[in-house]
């Protein structure tokens, strides 16, 4: 709790109006209240003209159970940018399937505003005001790395990689036909990360893509002593012979000093034998 009233403090700092929805947040098992205390939390602020951004406390594990109630009418009549990653990514692709709303796979409240790195912040400054940069650099200026040749133009779509598997075969999952698909994930051993490429291939999604773009898989190794296919064994087996563009090296991930992304907007992914550059070719604030 420590940290995320510090993160507040720097967002007022800021100069941002900051309302804080519920006045403490009870714990029930590993979630921060019951699922009718965070629904009515989030619509709350979904039905309001007046609030321009939703920022998320942290991840972990609940969006998935709020998806059925959530009020997508007021989501698209109000538009508002929803920032969050990890757990969040089942907010963005829902709130982008029923309502249209793009948001942003950036820091949250409770986990980075605490301590905000400075290149960070730039980035995530840069797209909530509506940039489009091109190329999308790390925060270090870091490039991507090719895999798969090719160029696409298609709507970024991405997140966790494990939520984005927990989504399929629900209406929650927008179409990922012709998408460029964005993917991290934390704490998953390599023959978790296989399965859920597996399932992604096995349902026929992983060939439908536009393009694929690879962010940090971090402490994902495997258990000590324990035989493992390597993360790049993993890779290689799904995407070596993929029918579009593949590039890794995106900073976006499960640690302090990363890209934001948007979710929702038209990018463009370009690859070569030699380079691979992902542009953002639409503003996630266009229109509001």
Same mark, same amino acid.
């Given at each position: 709790?420590?940290?995320?009233?510090?993160?507040?403090?720097?967002?007022?700092?800021?100069?941002?109006?900051?309302?804080?929805?519920?006045?403490?947040?009870?714990?029930?098992?590993?979630?921060?209240?019951?699922?009718?205390?965070?629904?009515?939390?989030?619509?709350?602020?979904?039905?309001?003209?007046?609030? *321009?951004?939703?920022?998320?406390?942290?991840?972990?594990?609940? #969006?998935?159970?709020?998806?059925?109630?959530?009020?997508?009418? +007021?989501?698209?009549?109000?538009? *508002?940018?929803?920032?969050?990653?990890?757990?969040?990514?089942?907010?963005?692709?829902?709130?982008?399937?029923?309502?249209?709303?793009?948001?942003?796979?950036?820091?949250?409240? &409770?986990?980075?505003?605490?301590?905000?790195?400075?290149?960070?912040?730039?980035?995530?400054? +840069?797209? +909530?005001?509506?940039?489009?940069?091109?190329?999308?650099?790390?925060?270090?200026?870091?490039?991507?790395?090719?895999?798969?040749?090719?160029?696409?133009?298609?709507?970024?779509?991405? @997140?966790?990689?494990?939520?984005?598997?927990?989504?399929? &075969?629900?209406?929650?999952?927008?179409?990922?036909?012709?998408?460029?698909?964005?993917?991290?994930?934390?704490?998953?051993?390599?023959?978790?990360?296989? +399965?859920?490429?597996?399932?992604?291939?096995? #349902? &026929?999604?992983?060939?439908?893509?536009?393009?694929?773009?690879?962010?940090?898989?971090?402490?994902?190794?495997?258990?000590?002593?324990?035989?493992?296919?390597?993360?790049?064994?993993?890779?290689?087996?799904?995407?070596?012979?993929?029918?579009?563009?593949?590039?890794? @090296?995106?900073?976006? @991930?499960?640690?302090?000093? *990363?890209?934001?992304?948007?979710?929702?907007?038209?990018?463009?992914?370009?690859?070569?034998?030699?380079?691979?550059?992902?542009?953002?070719?639409?503003?996630?604030?266009?229109?509001?």
């Amino acid at each position: 709790m420590a940290r995320f009233q510090a993160g507040v403090e720097q967002l007022r700092e800021r100069g941002y109006d900051v309302e804080v929805g519920r006045p403490s947040y009870s714990r029930r098992g590993y979630l921060s209240g019951s699922d009718a205390e965070r629904l009515d939390e989030l619509n709350a602020y979904l039905r309001r003209s007046d609030v *321009k951004m939703l920022i998320a406390a942290r991840g972990g594990y609940g #969006s998935l159970r709020l998806l059925e109630g959530i009020d997508y009418d +007021a989501a698209r009549a109000h538009p *508002k940018l929803v920032v969050g990653y990890s757990d969040i990514t089942a907010l963005h692709l829902a709130l982008y399937e029923h309502a249209g709303l793009p948001g942003l796979s950036g820091p949250m409240v &409770g986990v980075e505003w605490d301590q905000p790195e400075a290149a960070s912040e730039r980035l995530f400054w +840069a797209l +909530a005001r509506g940039d489009t940069p091109d190329p999308l650099l790390g925060p270090g200026g870091e490039s991507l790395q090719p895999v798969r040749e090719g160029t696409i133009d298609g709507v970024l779509l991405g @997140g966790n990689l494990a939520t984005i598997v927990r989504l399929l &075969g629900t209406p929650y999952l927008p179409s990922l036909d012709g998408a460029i698909l964005f993917v991290e994930d934390v704490g998953e051993e390599p023959y978790r990360i296989d +399965a859920m490429f597996a399932q992604l291939h096995l #349902s &026929g999604l992983l060939d439908r893509l536009g393009g694929l773009v690879l962010g940090g898989f971090t402490d994902c190794e495997p258990a000590d002593d324990l035989p493992s296919l390597s993360l790049n064994d993993i890779f290689d087996h799904y995407l070596s012979t993929a029918p579009y563009p593949v590039a890794r @090296g995106l900073v976006y @991930g499960h640690f302090p000093v *990363k890209n934001t992304v948007p979710v929702g907007v038209r990018g463009r992914l370009r690859v070569n034998s030699d380079s691979a550059r992902l542009s953002v070719l639409e503003p996630v604030v266009d229109g509001r």
